[in-house]
């Protein structure tokens, strides 16, 4: 796996310029830990992908962390199209995974995951595509998640993925506006080269649940 982390930016990570009063209470050195899952996230996800594809790679593109505001949606996540899933997470730390492919990027992932089951130059129909992305996704988001059940020696359950398609800042308000306790979140930006896909994976823990959880990690073991 090829990892390189970039500074986070507005519009790119999702990362607000100023902390927000979550992040203020959570100590410097965990900043780094949050940093750190994102990576570990995608490690998880190239082990997943691999067992279903062996050639396939995953390159980090952007790792950070931030808090998503109501009042700041369209200043910090894009507005362009997106597809993908969501998975709840039924147990700590709560919350919800995003996956999250461009237009373009979906459109190689269903051809990707359909791929032995189409002839030759023939296109997926809607439905079959839209079942593809979904499995995809759910994939990812299990492969992301269960590294971070490695990392915190304790399962980690994660529900079956629900499609869904709208831009970037509109998914990411629904999901807070359905959850006061959301908001600060770990995001992880790859590819997998070899197919020509981007992703955006987004990890939306219950802020009190993840404060708790930094809280007991050994940082010294988590961050190199």
Known sequence: MSNTSKPNDTKTSGRADSPTPAERTIAVE???VMNRLGEIGIGGVERRLQQLHPEATVTSEQVAHGYARADL??????????????SRLPGAPFGSALVLFPLASANN??????RDV????????????QSAITELG??????????WADTFEQEIDVGAPTPIQDTE???VGTLIEEDEDLG????????????DITVQVYLFPRTDILIEILRRIDVERVVP
């Open 30 to 32: 965990s900043l780094a």
């Open 73 to 86: 949606l369209e200043a910090t996540f894009v507005g362009e199209e997106r597809v993908g899933v969501r």
């Open 109 to 114: 992932a269903a051809r990707l995951m359909v």
């Open 118 to 129: 189409l002839s030759e130059g023939e296109a997926p129909s809607h439905k079959m595509a």
């Open 138 to 147: 759910g994939m990812i988001a299990s492969g992301f998640l269960d590294a």
């Open 169 to 171: 800042a509109e998914i």
């Open 184 to 195: 600060i979140y770990v995001a992880s930006r790859l590819t997998l080269p070899a197919y």
